[in-house]
Protein backbone atom coordinates (compact mmCIF):
# COMPACT_ATOMS: atom_id res chain seq x y z
CA UNK A 1 0.00 0.00 0.00
CA UNK A 2 1.34 3.40 -0.78
CA UNK A 3 2.98 5.30 2.03
CA UNK A 4 1.84 8.63 3.61
CA UNK A 5 4.54 10.49 1.51
CA UNK A 6 3.56 8.45 -1.49
CA UNK A 7 0.19 9.99 -0.71
CA UNK A 8 1.72 13.49 -0.77
CA UNK A 9 3.26 12.81 -4.07
CA UNK A 10 0.92 11.28 -6.43
CA UNK A 11 -1.18 13.67 -5.13
CA UNK A 12 1.11 16.83 -6.26
CA UNK A 13 1.90 15.16 -9.16
CA UNK A 14 -1.68 15.76 -10.65
CA UNK A 15 -1.08 19.62 -10.22
CA UNK A 16 2.56 20.33 -10.63
CA UNK A 17 4.85 19.13 -12.90
CA UNK A 18 8.71 20.44 -11.56
CA UNK A 19 9.60 19.93 -8.01
CA UNK A 20 13.17 21.11 -7.04
CA UNK A 21 15.41 20.45 -4.14
CA UNK A 22 17.89 19.02 -1.48
CA UNK A 23 17.58 14.82 -0.38
CA UNK A 24 17.70 14.07 3.20
CA UNK A 25 16.41 12.25 5.84
CA UNK A 26 13.51 13.92 6.48
CA UNK A 27 11.84 14.22 2.27
CA UNK A 28 13.66 11.07 1.29
CA UNK A 29 10.51 8.50 1.38
CA UNK A 30 8.54 11.65 -0.72
CA UNK A 31 11.53 12.05 -3.50
CA UNK A 32 11.25 7.86 -4.12
CA UNK A 33 7.71 8.26 -4.27
CA UNK A 34 7.71 10.96 -6.87
CA UNK A 35 10.65 9.47 -8.56
CA UNK A 36 9.08 6.11 -9.01
CA UNK A 37 5.67 6.47 -9.01
CA UNK A 38 5.08 9.74 -10.69
CA UNK A 39 5.94 11.51 -13.97
CA UNK A 40 7.29 14.95 -11.97
CA UNK A 41 10.72 15.84 -13.20
CA UNK A 42 12.61 16.69 -10.20
CA UNK A 43 16.12 18.94 -10.20
CA UNK A 44 18.45 18.59 -7.68
CA UNK A 45 19.84 21.97 -6.46
CA UNK A 46 23.12 21.93 -4.02
CA UNK A 47 21.30 24.55 -1.31
CA UNK A 48 17.79 24.31 0.16
CA UNK A 49 17.15 27.78 -0.93
CA UNK A 50 17.91 27.05 -4.08
CA UNK A 51 14.54 24.28 -3.74
CA UNK A 52 12.49 27.78 -3.20
CA UNK A 53 13.98 29.92 -5.60
CA UNK A 54 13.55 27.36 -8.60
CA UNK A 55 10.30 26.93 -7.75
CA UNK A 56 9.38 30.53 -7.75
CA UNK A 57 11.41 31.40 -10.53
CA UNK A 58 9.58 28.74 -12.11
CA UNK A 59 5.96 30.10 -11.74
CA UNK A 60 6.87 33.51 -12.43
CA UNK A 61 8.38 32.70 -15.43
CA UNK A 62 5.24 30.24 -16.76
CA UNK A 63 2.37 30.99 -14.45
CA UNK A 64 2.15 27.41 -13.51
CA UNK A 65 2.62 26.24 -9.70
CA UNK A 66 6.15 24.39 -8.99
CA UNK A 67 7.39 23.00 -5.77
CA UNK A 68 10.63 22.98 -3.56
CA UNK A 69 11.59 20.16 -1.30
CA UNK A 70 14.15 20.14 1.82
CA UNK A 71 14.44 17.90 4.83
CA UNK A 72 13.69 18.94 8.74
CA UNK A 73 15.88 20.94 10.60
CA UNK A 74 18.93 22.74 9.28
CA UNK A 75 17.86 22.29 5.55
CA UNK A 76 14.12 23.98 6.22
CA UNK A 77 15.66 27.00 7.75
CA UNK A 78 18.27 27.11 4.86
CA UNK A 79 14.99 27.93 2.69
CA UNK A 80 13.61 30.66 5.10
CA UNK A 81 15.33 33.65 3.07
CA UNK A 82 13.32 32.41 0.12
CA UNK A 83 10.38 31.87 1.64
CA UNK A 84 10.41 35.12 2.79
CA UNK A 85 11.14 36.67 -0.62
CA UNK A 86 8.13 34.26 -2.62
CA UNK A 87 5.72 35.66 0.78
CA UNK A 88 6.53 39.44 -0.45
CA UNK A 89 6.14 38.81 -3.95
CA UNK A 90 3.14 36.92 -3.67
CA UNK A 91 4.57 34.29 -5.34
CA UNK A 92 2.49 30.57 -4.87
CA UNK A 93 4.49 27.57 -4.61
CA UNK A 94 4.30 24.38 -2.18
CA UNK A 95 7.54 23.90 -0.27
CA UNK A 96 7.23 19.93 1.06
CA UNK A 97 9.79 19.10 4.32
CA UNK A 98 10.40 16.85 7.11
CA UNK A 99 9.34 17.72 10.04
CA UNK A 100 9.54 16.21 13.99
CA UNK A 101 8.00 13.49 14.93
CA UNK A 102 4.42 13.19 16.30
CA UNK A 103 5.69 12.10 19.49
CA UNK A 104 7.60 15.34 19.28
CA UNK A 105 11.14 17.41 18.84
CA UNK A 106 14.57 15.69 18.80
CA UNK A 107 17.61 17.81 19.84
CA UNK A 108 17.72 18.86 16.35
CA UNK A 109 14.45 19.70 15.29
CA UNK A 110 13.03 23.22 15.49
CA UNK A 111 9.92 24.90 15.75
CA UNK A 112 8.97 25.17 11.79
CA UNK A 113 5.53 26.18 12.02
CA UNK A 114 6.54 29.18 13.88
CA UNK A 115 9.52 30.36 11.48
CA UNK A 116 7.32 29.48 8.90
CA UNK A 117 4.92 31.64 10.16
CA UNK A 118 7.81 34.52 10.96
CA UNK A 119 8.22 34.77 7.46
CA UNK A 120 4.60 35.05 6.58
CA UNK A 121 3.66 31.08 4.92
CA UNK A 122 1.38 28.92 6.56
CA UNK A 123 2.05 25.70 7.79
CA UNK A 124 0.11 22.02 6.91
CA UNK A 125 1.10 19.34 8.65
CA UNK A 126 -0.16 15.31 6.50
CA UNK A 127 -1.38 12.80 8.75
CA UNK A 128 -1.71 9.35 8.22
CA UNK A 129 -5.46 9.43 7.13
CA UNK A 130 -5.04 12.70 5.59
CA UNK A 131 -2.23 13.35 3.39
CA UNK A 132 -3.86 13.34 -0.30
CA UNK A 133 -6.80 15.80 1.11
CA UNK A 134 -4.47 18.49 3.33
CA UNK A 135 -2.47 18.05 -0.25
CA UNK A 136 -5.25 19.50 -2.43
CA UNK A 137 -5.94 22.25 0.76
CA UNK A 138 -2.10 23.26 0.76
CA UNK A 139 -2.09 24.05 -2.90
CA UNK A 140 -5.60 25.86 -3.15
CA UNK A 141 -4.11 27.97 -0.36
CA UNK A 142 -1.12 28.93 -2.31
CA UNK A 143 -3.35 29.50 -5.47
CA UNK A 144 -6.25 31.70 -3.91
CA UNK A 145 -3.93 34.03 -1.84
CA UNK A 146 -0.76 33.73 -4.22
CA UNK A 147 1.40 32.69 -1.39
CA UNK A 148 4.37 29.98 -0.64
CA UNK A 149 2.60 27.06 1.86
CA UNK A 150 4.62 24.85 3.68
CA UNK A 151 3.73 21.36 3.49
CA UNK A 152 5.45 19.17 6.56
CA UNK A 153 5.57 15.23 6.58
CA UNK A 154 6.33 14.13 10.31
CA UNK A 155 9.47 11.92 10.26
CA UNK A 156 7.67 9.36 11.96
CA UNK A 157 4.70 8.97 9.57
CA UNK A 158 6.14 9.92 6.26
CA UNK A 159 6.88 5.70 5.49
CA UNK A 160 3.65 4.87 7.11
CA UNK A 161 1.14 2.71 5.36
CA UNK A 162 -1.63 5.21 4.44
CA UNK A 163 -3.60 2.73 2.44
CA UNK A 164 -5.43 3.14 -1.67
CA UNK A 165 -4.80 6.76 -1.94
CA UNK A 166 -8.41 8.14 -2.20
CA UNK A 167 -9.75 10.39 -4.90
CA UNK A 168 -9.10 14.41 -3.97
CA UNK A 169 -10.94 17.22 -5.16
CA UNK A 170 -9.34 19.47 -7.43
CA UNK A 171 -8.25 22.78 -5.98
CA UNK A 172 -10.99 25.46 -6.14
CA UNK A 173 -9.58 29.38 -6.75
CA UNK A 174 -11.92 32.06 -6.87
CA UNK A 175 -12.78 33.94 -9.64
CA UNK A 176 -11.24 37.01 -10.53
CA UNK A 177 -12.48 40.09 -8.47
CA UNK A 178 -15.13 42.04 -10.12
CA UNK A 179 -15.93 45.82 -9.66
CA UNK A 180 -18.66 45.62 -7.55
CA UNK A 181 -21.37 47.87 -5.45
CA UNK A 182 -22.25 51.37 -5.77
CA UNK A 183 -19.25 53.00 -5.07
CA UNK A 184 -16.93 51.18 -7.34
CA UNK A 185 -19.38 52.01 -10.06
CA UNK A 186 -18.91 55.46 -9.11
CA UNK A 187 -15.63 55.73 -9.16
CA UNK A 188 -15.56 53.96 -12.17
CA UNK A 189 -17.86 56.28 -14.33
CA UNK A 190 -15.52 59.06 -12.89
CA UNK A 191 -12.51 57.48 -14.36
CA UNK A 192 -14.33 57.14 -17.92
CA UNK A 193 -14.78 60.64 -17.84
CA UNK A 194 -11.56 62.01 -16.74
CA UNK A 195 -9.95 59.96 -19.24
CA UNK A 196 -12.76 60.97 -21.98
CA UNK A 197 -12.01 64.48 -20.82
CA UNK A 198 -7.62 64.34 -20.40
CA UNK A 199 -5.77 66.18 -22.94
CA UNK A 200 -2.44 64.34 -21.59
CA UNK A 201 -4.12 60.82 -20.33
CA UNK A 202 -1.33 57.71 -19.22
CA UNK A 203 -1.88 54.74 -18.48
CA UNK A 204 0.47 52.93 -15.58
CA UNK A 205 0.49 48.55 -15.32
CA UNK A 206 1.98 46.54 -13.07
CA UNK A 207 2.35 42.83 -12.53
CA UNK A 208 -1.31 42.52 -10.96
CA UNK A 209 -2.31 43.72 -14.47
CA UNK A 210 -0.66 40.66 -16.18
CA UNK A 211 -1.49 38.09 -13.87
CA UNK A 212 -4.83 39.46 -14.66
CA UNK A 213 -4.62 39.03 -18.32
CA UNK A 214 -5.20 42.69 -18.91
CA UNK A 215 -2.99 43.22 -21.28
CA UNK A 216 -5.42 43.18 -24.45
CA UNK A 217 -7.71 45.32 -23.39
CA UNK A 218 -5.00 47.75 -21.30
CA UNK A 219 -3.69 48.25 -24.92
CA UNK A 220 -7.44 48.95 -26.04
CA UNK A 221 -8.49 51.48 -23.44
CA UNK A 222 -4.93 52.96 -24.61
CA UNK A 223 -5.43 53.39 -27.53
CA UNK A 224 -9.43 54.44 -27.06
CA UNK A 225 -8.19 57.48 -24.60
CA UNK A 226 -4.78 58.48 -26.56
CA UNK A 227 -3.03 57.93 -23.49
CA UNK A 228 0.83 57.47 -23.02
CA UNK A 229 1.71 54.22 -21.29
CA UNK A 230 4.02 52.81 -19.16
CA UNK A 231 5.14 49.83 -16.93
CA UNK A 232 6.14 48.77 -12.74
CA UNK A 233 9.53 46.95 -13.21
CA UNK A 234 7.39 43.84 -12.52
CA UNK A 235 4.95 44.64 -15.70
CA UNK A 236 7.38 45.27 -18.65
CA UNK A 237 5.63 44.74 -21.69
CA UNK A 238 2.18 44.52 -20.72
CA UNK A 239 0.96 46.78 -22.91
CA UNK A 240 1.08 45.36 -26.53
CA UNK A 241 1.67 48.90 -28.56
CA UNK A 242 5.40 49.61 -27.79
CA UNK A 243 4.88 52.79 -30.18
CA UNK A 244 3.32 54.45 -27.43
CA UNK A 245 5.57 52.90 -24.26
CA UNK A 246 7.62 55.06 -21.69
CA UNK A 247 9.15 51.74 -20.84
CA UNK A 248 9.60 51.42 -16.79
CA UNK A 249 8.64 54.05 -14.27
CA UNK A 250 10.81 54.94 -11.02
CA UNK A 251 14.61 54.53 -11.51
CA UNK A 252 14.74 52.71 -13.79
CA UNK A 253 12.89 54.89 -16.07
CA UNK A 254 14.62 56.63 -19.26
CA UNK A 255 14.88 60.55 -17.72
CA UNK A 256 12.93 62.09 -20.56
CA UNK A 257 9.84 59.46 -20.36
CA UNK A 258 9.76 60.20 -16.43
CA UNK A 259 9.45 64.38 -17.06
CA UNK A 260 6.61 63.33 -19.73
CA UNK A 261 4.93 61.49 -17.11
CA UNK A 262 5.06 64.59 -15.08
CA UNK A 263 3.29 66.45 -17.67
CA UNK A 264 -0.18 63.91 -17.60
CA UNK A 265 -2.88 65.28 -16.28
CA UNK A 266 -5.02 62.24 -15.71
CA UNK A 267 -3.63 58.64 -14.65
CA UNK A 268 -4.81 55.38 -14.36
CA UNK A 269 -2.50 52.72 -12.33
CA UNK A 270 -3.77 48.97 -12.86
CA UNK A 271 -2.22 46.32 -11.07
CA UNK A 272 0.20 48.00 -9.54
CA UNK A 273 1.06 48.53 -5.71
CA UNK A 274 3.00 51.64 -6.47
CA UNK A 275 6.13 51.27 -4.13
CA UNK A 276 8.54 53.99 -3.21
CA UNK A 277 10.37 53.02 -6.55
CA UNK A 278 8.37 53.09 -8.82
CA UNK A 279 7.00 56.25 -7.57
CA UNK A 280 10.30 57.82 -7.19
CA UNK A 281 10.45 58.62 -3.75
CA UNK A 282 6.90 60.36 -4.50
CA UNK A 283 8.46 62.18 -7.07
CA UNK A 284 6.66 60.60 -10.24
CA UNK A 285 3.84 62.27 -10.53
CA UNK A 286 3.31 66.27 -10.37
CA UNK A 287 1.18 67.81 -7.78
CA UNK A 288 -1.65 68.79 -10.35
CA UNK A 289 -2.13 65.24 -11.81
CA UNK A 290 -5.48 63.44 -10.65
CA UNK A 291 -3.92 59.75 -10.10
CA UNK A 292 -6.61 57.21 -9.70
CA UNK A 293 -6.06 53.22 -8.27
CA UNK A 294 -7.66 50.20 -9.71
CA UNK A 295 -5.98 47.15 -7.55
CA UNK A 296 -7.16 44.43 -5.58
CA UNK A 297 -5.52 45.30 -2.81
CA UNK A 298 -8.06 46.46 0.38
CA UNK A 299 -7.47 50.12 0.26
CA UNK A 300 -5.21 52.61 -1.70
CA UNK A 301 -1.49 51.87 -1.19
CA UNK A 302 -0.31 55.41 -2.15
CA UNK A 303 -1.15 58.85 -0.57
CA UNK A 304 -1.34 60.20 -3.94
CA UNK A 305 -4.17 58.42 -5.27
CA UNK A 306 -7.34 60.42 -5.42
CA UNK A 307 -9.61 57.62 -6.31
CA UNK A 308 -9.34 53.96 -5.95
CA UNK A 309 -11.11 50.74 -7.46
CA UNK A 310 -11.17 47.01 -5.46
CA UNK A 311 -11.41 45.40 -8.55
CA UNK A 312 -9.20 42.65 -10.92
CA UNK A 313 -7.48 44.74 -13.72
CA UNK A 314 -8.90 43.04 -16.69
CA UNK A 315 -12.28 43.56 -15.44
CA UNK A 316 -11.97 46.67 -14.29
CA UNK A 317 -10.46 47.39 -17.92
CA UNK A 318 -13.04 45.93 -19.34
CA UNK A 319 -15.58 48.37 -17.85
CA UNK A 320 -13.97 51.70 -18.95
CA UNK A 321 -13.65 50.34 -22.33
CA UNK A 322 -17.66 49.56 -22.22
CA UNK A 323 -18.26 53.21 -20.99
CA UNK A 324 -16.51 55.39 -23.46
CA UNK A 325 -18.05 53.14 -26.14
CA UNK A 326 -21.11 54.06 -24.34
CA UNK A 327 -20.51 57.63 -24.38
CA UNK A 328 -18.92 57.40 -27.95
CA UNK A 329 -22.62 56.04 -29.08
CA UNK A 330 -24.28 58.96 -27.52
CA UNK A 331 -25.43 60.65 -30.65
CA UNK A 332 -26.05 64.18 -28.48
CA UNK A 333 -21.70 64.21 -27.96
CA UNK A 334 -19.60 65.29 -30.93
CA UNK A 335 -16.01 64.13 -30.30
CA UNK A 336 -13.22 66.46 -31.57
CA UNK A 337 -10.30 63.75 -32.35
CA UNK A 338 -10.57 63.32 -36.37
CA UNK A 339 -8.12 59.64 -36.05
CA UNK A 340 -9.95 58.35 -33.58
CA UNK A 341 -13.41 59.75 -32.23
CA UNK A 342 -14.19 57.97 -29.19
CA UNK A 343 -10.80 60.03 -27.92
CA UNK A 344 -11.90 63.52 -28.70
CA UNK A 345 -12.88 65.98 -26.19
CA UNK A 346 -16.75 65.86 -25.99
CA UNK A 347 -19.21 68.96 -26.50
CA UNK A 348 -22.59 68.67 -25.80
CA UNK A 349 -24.67 69.23 -28.69
CA UNK A 350 -27.52 72.42 -28.66
CA UNK A 351 -31.02 71.72 -29.89
CA UNK A 352 -30.92 72.58 -33.59
CA UNK A 353 -27.35 73.17 -33.98
CA UNK A 354 -25.34 71.34 -36.54
CA UNK A 355 -22.52 69.41 -34.57
CA UNK A 356 -20.07 70.26 -38.01
CA UNK A 357 -20.27 73.41 -37.25
CA UNK A 358 -19.87 73.48 -33.58
CA UNK A 359 -17.44 70.49 -33.13
CA UNK A 360 -13.96 72.15 -32.64
CA UNK A 361 -11.03 71.53 -34.61
CA UNK A 362 -9.64 68.17 -34.58
CA UNK A 363 -6.24 67.91 -32.73
CA UNK A 364 -3.82 64.80 -32.39
CA UNK A 365 -3.63 62.42 -28.96
CA UNK A 366 -1.12 63.80 -26.87
CA UNK A 367 0.55 60.50 -27.86
CA UNK A 368 0.95 61.66 -31.01
CA UNK A 369 2.71 64.67 -30.69
CA UNK A 370 5.81 63.41 -28.40
CA UNK A 371 8.76 61.29 -29.85
CA UNK A 372 9.11 58.42 -27.09
CA UNK A 373 11.49 56.48 -28.90
CA UNK A 374 14.12 60.00 -27.85
CA UNK A 375 11.91 59.90 -24.55
CA UNK A 376 13.31 56.60 -23.92
CA UNK A 377 16.79 57.19 -24.51
CA UNK A 378 19.39 56.00 -21.93
CA UNK A 379 23.08 57.49 -21.71
CA UNK A 380 25.09 55.43 -24.02
CA UNK A 381 28.10 55.38 -21.70
CA UNK A 382 32.00 55.26 -22.93
CA UNK A 383 33.62 52.04 -23.55
CA UNK A 384 35.95 51.82 -20.55
CA UNK A 385 35.31 54.31 -17.41
CA UNK A 386 37.97 57.03 -16.34
CA UNK A 387 39.59 53.90 -14.21
CA UNK A 388 40.51 52.06 -17.27
CA UNK A 389 37.56 49.14 -16.22
CA UNK A 390 34.53 48.69 -18.75
CA UNK A 391 31.68 50.69 -18.41
CA UNK A 392 28.47 48.98 -17.85
CA UNK A 393 26.48 51.04 -19.61
CA UNK A 394 28.46 50.41 -22.73
CA UNK A 395 28.41 46.66 -22.00
CA UNK A 396 25.08 46.46 -21.23
CA UNK A 397 23.75 48.06 -24.55
CA UNK A 398 26.43 45.79 -26.60
CA UNK A 399 24.86 42.76 -24.61
CA UNK A 400 21.48 43.89 -25.68
CA UNK A 401 22.53 44.06 -29.41
CA UNK A 402 24.40 40.59 -29.20
CA UNK A 403 21.58 38.46 -26.99
CA UNK A 404 18.90 36.09 -28.71
CA UNK A 405 15.48 37.67 -28.92
CA UNK A 406 14.19 34.94 -27.11
CA UNK A 407 15.11 35.16 -24.03
CA UNK A 408 13.61 35.06 -19.86
CA UNK A 409 16.10 37.45 -18.22
CA UNK A 410 16.75 36.31 -14.22
CA UNK A 411 18.26 38.98 -12.53
CA UNK A 412 20.04 39.22 -8.82
CA UNK A 413 19.77 42.12 -6.39
CA UNK A 414 22.46 44.21 -5.94
CA UNK A 415 23.40 47.75 -7.25
CA UNK A 416 23.74 46.04 -10.87
CA UNK A 417 20.27 45.21 -11.67
CA UNK A 418 19.99 48.99 -13.03
CA UNK A 419 21.67 47.56 -16.08
CA UNK A 420 19.58 44.98 -17.66
CA UNK A 421 16.54 46.70 -16.22
CA UNK A 422 17.84 49.58 -18.73
CA UNK A 423 19.20 48.50 -21.53
CA UNK A 424 17.60 45.14 -21.80
CA UNK A 425 14.48 44.99 -23.12
CA UNK A 426 11.82 41.97 -22.80
CA UNK A 427 8.67 41.21 -24.70
CA UNK A 428 6.61 40.54 -21.64
CA UNK A 429 6.53 40.59 -17.76
CA UNK A 430 7.22 36.61 -17.61
CA UNK A 431 10.35 37.31 -19.21
CA UNK A 432 12.19 39.72 -16.77
CA UNK A 433 12.03 38.21 -13.39
CA UNK A 434 13.97 39.94 -9.99
CA UNK A 435 13.88 36.80 -7.67
CA UNK A 436 15.40 38.32 -4.12
CA UNK A 437 13.90 42.84 -4.76
CA UNK A 438 10.99 42.43 -2.73
CA UNK A 439 12.96 40.69 0.49
CA UNK A 440 15.82 43.27 -0.50
CA UNK A 441 17.90 39.65 -0.78
CA UNK A 442 20.38 39.10 -2.76
CA UNK A 443 21.80 35.72 -3.47
CA UNK A 444 19.39 33.93 -5.74
CA UNK A 445 20.59 34.41 -9.37
CA UNK A 446 21.88 30.87 -9.99
CA UNK A 447 18.62 28.60 -8.78
CA UNK A 448 16.94 31.23 -10.54
CA UNK A 449 18.31 29.82 -13.79
CA UNK A 450 17.08 26.24 -12.85
CA UNK A 451 13.43 27.16 -12.13
CA UNK A 452 13.21 29.38 -15.64
CA UNK A 453 15.07 27.09 -17.60
CA UNK A 454 12.51 24.25 -16.87
CA UNK A 455 9.63 26.17 -17.41
CA UNK A 456 10.93 27.65 -20.98
CA UNK A 457 12.20 25.09 -22.40
CA UNK A 458 13.06 26.85 -25.99
CA UNK A 459 14.13 30.01 -24.89
CA UNK A 460 17.98 31.24 -23.51
CA UNK A 461 17.96 32.12 -19.57
CA UNK A 462 19.85 34.88 -18.79
CA UNK A 463 21.21 35.57 -15.70
CA UNK A 464 22.30 38.74 -14.43
CA UNK A 465 24.21 38.95 -11.28
CA UNK A 466 26.74 40.72 -9.24
CA UNK A 467 29.63 39.49 -7.93
CA UNK A 468 28.26 39.33 -4.04
CA UNK A 469 25.60 37.85 -5.02
CA UNK A 470 26.83 35.14 -7.56
CA UNK A 471 29.47 34.19 -4.68
CA UNK A 472 26.82 34.00 -2.10
CA UNK A 473 25.07 31.11 -4.17
CA UNK A 474 28.04 29.38 -5.64
CA UNK A 475 26.76 26.48 -4.91
CA UNK A 476 24.30 26.83 -7.60
CA UNK A 477 26.24 27.33 -10.20
CA UNK A 478 26.49 24.07 -11.04
CA UNK A 479 22.75 23.47 -10.54
CA UNK A 480 22.65 26.61 -13.55
CA UNK A 481 24.48 24.91 -15.89
CA UNK A 482 23.52 21.50 -15.70
CA UNK A 483 19.94 22.78 -15.43
CA UNK A 484 19.67 25.25 -18.63
CA UNK A 485 23.16 24.19 -20.43
CA UNK A 486 23.69 25.48 -23.97
CA UNK A 487 20.91 27.69 -23.48
CA UNK A 488 21.72 29.47 -20.31
CA UNK A 489 23.82 32.58 -20.14
CA UNK A 490 25.31 34.25 -17.14
CA UNK A 491 26.50 38.14 -17.04
CA UNK A 492 28.08 38.83 -13.47
CA UNK A 493 28.69 42.68 -13.32
CA UNK A 494 32.18 42.03 -11.47
CA UNK A 495 33.14 45.43 -9.60
CA UNK A 496 35.14 43.92 -6.69
CA UNK A 497 32.57 44.77 -4.28
CA UNK A 498 29.24 45.19 -2.56
CA UNK A 499 28.34 48.21 -4.99
CA UNK A 500 25.16 49.41 -3.33
CA UNK A 501 26.82 49.65 -0.25
CA UNK A 502 29.74 51.17 -1.37
CA UNK A 503 27.48 53.94 -2.95
CA UNK A 504 25.33 54.53 0.10
CA UNK A 505 27.52 54.25 2.68
CA UNK A 506 31.20 54.50 1.06
CA UNK A 507 29.98 58.17 0.05
CA UNK A 508 29.20 59.07 3.70
CA UNK A 509 32.84 58.39 4.93
CA UNK A 510 32.22 54.83 6.44
CA UNK A 511 34.86 52.45 6.38
CA UNK A 512 34.86 50.05 3.24
CA UNK A 513 36.94 47.64 3.77
CA UNK A 514 34.20 45.32 4.45
CA UNK A 515 32.11 46.22 1.20
CA UNK A 516 35.20 45.37 -0.67
CA UNK A 517 35.37 41.92 -2.37
CA UNK A 518 38.76 40.48 -3.49
CA UNK A 519 38.38 40.26 -7.59
CA UNK A 520 37.18 36.80 -8.03
CA UNK A 521 37.73 35.22 -11.44
CA UNK A 522 34.00 33.43 -12.12
CA UNK A 523 35.05 32.43 -15.43
CA UNK A 524 37.34 30.23 -13.75
CA UNK A 525 34.14 29.12 -12.01
CA UNK A 526 32.38 28.11 -14.62
CA UNK A 527 34.55 26.44 -15.91
CA UNK A 528 35.07 24.14 -13.18
CA UNK A 529 31.93 23.08 -13.70
CA UNK A 530 31.45 22.64 -17.35
CA UNK A 531 30.47 25.93 -18.40
CA UNK A 532 32.65 28.41 -20.92
CA UNK A 533 33.65 30.93 -19.26
CA UNK A 534 35.01 34.40 -20.73
CA UNK A 535 36.78 37.44 -18.66
CA UNK A 536 35.57 40.50 -20.71
CA UNK A 537 37.97 43.59 -19.93
CA UNK A 538 36.58 45.60 -23.32
CA UNK A 539 33.61 45.98 -25.65
CA UNK A 540 35.24 44.10 -28.17
CA UNK A 541 35.66 40.74 -25.53
CA UNK A 542 32.16 40.52 -25.98
CA UNK A 543 32.18 39.58 -29.73
CA UNK A 544 32.05 36.02 -28.16
CA UNK A 545 28.68 35.99 -26.99
CA UNK A 546 27.46 36.72 -30.64
CA UNK A 547 29.43 34.03 -31.62
CA UNK A 548 27.69 31.72 -28.53
CA UNK A 549 24.31 32.91 -29.65
CA UNK A 550 25.04 32.19 -33.46
CA UNK A 551 25.75 28.04 -32.39
CA UNK A 552 23.24 25.26 -32.50
CA UNK A 553 22.15 25.57 -28.19
CA UNK A 554 22.14 21.42 -28.32
CA UNK A 555 26.07 21.53 -28.53
CA UNK A 556 27.27 24.40 -27.15
CA UNK A 557 27.77 25.08 -23.36
CA UNK A 558 26.64 27.29 -20.77
CA UNK A 559 28.28 30.69 -21.42
CA UNK A 560 29.89 32.67 -17.99
CA UNK A 561 30.89 36.72 -18.80
CA UNK A 562 32.94 37.64 -16.37
CA UNK A 563 32.51 41.51 -16.97
CA UNK A 564 35.57 43.36 -14.96
CA UNK A 565 33.02 46.71 -14.65
CA UNK A 566 33.95 50.13 -12.92
CA UNK A 567 32.48 50.67 -9.33
CA UNK A 568 32.39 54.31 -10.43
CA UNK A 569 29.45 54.66 -12.26
CA UNK A 570 26.36 54.94 -10.54
CA UNK A 571 23.18 53.93 -11.93
CA UNK A 572 20.04 56.31 -11.77
CA UNK A 573 18.19 54.21 -9.33
CA UNK A 574 20.98 54.10 -7.18
CA UNK A 575 21.46 58.13 -7.07
CA UNK A 576 17.85 58.21 -6.18
CA UNK A 577 18.23 56.16 -3.16
CA UNK A 578 21.32 58.46 -2.21
CA UNK A 579 19.69 61.23 -2.66
CA UNK A 580 16.49 60.07 -0.49
CA UNK A 581 18.67 58.81 2.18
CA UNK A 582 21.20 61.68 2.75
Do not use: C
Not at 144 to 173: C, E, F, M, N, Q
Request: aromatic share 6%; hydrophobic share 50%; no cysteine.
Amino acid sequence: MPSVSAHVALTLAQHVDAVFGVMGNGNAYFLDALETQTDVIFTAVRHEQGAVVAADAHFRASGRIAAGTSTYGAGFTNTLTALAEAVQAHVPLVLVVGDEPTSGPRPWDVDQIALASAVGARTYTVGRADAAATTVIAIEHALTYRVPVVLAIPYDVASRDAGPLPAAPAPRVPAPLAPAGAFADGMLEEIATALRDAERPFLLAGRGAWLAGAGEVLGELAAMTGALTASTALGRGVFPDQRYDLGVTGGFGAEGAMELIREADVAVVFGASLNQFTMRFGALFAPGTRVFQIDTALAATHAHVGGFVRADARLAAESLVARLNAAAANPSVVHSFGADPRRAASVPVTSGASPTASAPVPALPWRETVDVAAARAYEAGDALAPDGRLDPRSAARRIAELLPEDRVVVSDGGHFIGWANMYWPVAAPDRMMMIGTAFQSIGQGWPSVVGAALARRESTVVLTSGDGGGLMAIADLESAVRAARGRGLAVIWNDAAYGAEVNLYGLKGLAEGPMRIPEVDFAAFGAAVGAEGVVVRTLDDLDRLGEWAAEDAETRRFLLLDLRISGDVIAPYQQEIIRVNS
